[in-house]
C-alpha cells in the first residue's frame, strides 16, 4: 500500500491550501479503513487536521474546523485536504495516513509534502 501526497508546495497567505492524498495498491475508501490528515510544524510536533470516512463524514481539529474540508474520492481512491484563509503558521509537512477503523489505528503513511505559506 502506497499513499502519496501532491499539491503546491508555496501557498500565499489568505489564499486556500489544497492537497491530494492518492492511494495505491488497496482502497482507502471502504469501510474498514479511514484517511487522515497530519501535519507537522517546523520545530514542532505532529498535529491531526481531520479525518474522512468511509460515508464521507468528516471530522477535523477544533482548532482548525472552521478553515478546513476533507473529502473522499472513491471513483479515485482519493482523500483531499483543502484548508482556507491560511496564514505563516500553517506551514508544515503535511502527511496523509490510512487508519483501520476497527483498531483505530494508522497503518500506512505517505512520505509527507512540505507547505510553505509565505508572500
Known amino acids: 500500500v502506497q499513499l502519496q501526497e501532491s499539491g503546491p508546495g508555496l501557498v500565499k497567505p489568505s489564499q486556500t491550501l489544497s492537497l491530494t492524498c492518492t492511494v495505491s495498491?488497496?482502497?482507502?475508501?471502504?469501510?474498514?479503513?479511514?484517511g487522515t490528515w497530519i501535519r507537522q510544524p517546523p520545530g514542532k510536533g505532529l498535529e491531526w487536521v481531520g479525518a474522512?470516512?468511509?460515508?464521507?463524514?468528516?471530522y477535523y481539529s477544533p482548532s482548525l474546523r472552521s478553515r478546513t474540508s476533507i473529502r473522499r474520492d472513491t471513483r479515485k481512491n482519493q482523500i483531499t485536504l483543502q484548508l482556507r484563509s491560511v496564514t505563516p503558521e500553517d506551514t508544515a509537512i503535511y502527511y496523509c495516513?490510512?487508519?483501520?477503523?476497527?483498531?483505530?489505528?494508522?497503518?500506512?503513511w505517505g512520505e509527507g509534502t512540505q507547505v510553505t505559506v509565505s508572500s
Open positions: 474522512v470516512t468511509y460515508s464521507g463524514k468528516a
Open positions: 495516513a490510512r487508519g483501520v477503523v476497527a483498531r483505530d489505528e494508522l497503518d500506512y
Open positions: 495498491g488497496d482502497s482507502i475508501t471502504t469501510n474498514v479503513y479511514y
